[in-house]
């Protein structure tokens, strides 16, 4: 088990940037694939970024190619998105997971979650 915790959320206005940070307990994160969700309202959570367990390996959702960056820091036991360019549409609930599966595939029962913090662009 891993507890997960996330900041850095907030309002930003269209191309702006923001750093969202997940630190997690425990002295397990190094064997846990780690992944970036968002949920906006009336949607599916949806994966956002995912990042192997040596951060060699990362996956990006085409909407955020280009324009978002995922990072982990092992000593550190924290995982890092890097949003830049935001858009209306970036915004959402965003969700770091500590991944049962591997680091690209879809939301499934094994992962776990922190309570997330909101992301709003504004136009």
């Known amino acids: 088990q891993v507890q997960l915790v996330e900041s850095g959320g907030g309002l930003v206005q269209a191309g702006g940037s923001l750093r969202l940070s997940c630190a997690a307990s425990?002295?397990?994160?190094?064997?846990?694939?780690m992944g970036w969700f968002r949920q906006a309202p009336g949607k599916e959570r949806e994966l956002v970024a995912g990042?192997?367990?040596?951060?060699?390996?990362?996956y990006y959702v085409d909407a955020v190619k280009g324009r978002f960056t995922i990072s982990r820091d092992n000593t550190k036991n924290t995982v890092y998105l890097q949003m830049n360019s935001l858009k209306p549409e970036d915004t959402a609930v965003y969700y770091c997971?500590?991944?049962?599966?591997?680091?690209?595939?879809?939301?499934?029962?094994?992962?776990?979650w922190g309570q997330g913090t909101q992301v709003t662009v504004s136009s």
């Open positions: 990042i192997s367990r040596t951060g060699i390996a990362t």
């Open positions: 997971a500590a991944r049962g599966g591997s680091y690209y595939s879809p939301p499934n029962e094994s992962d776990q």
């Open positions: 425990g002295r397990t994160f190094s064997s846990y694939a």
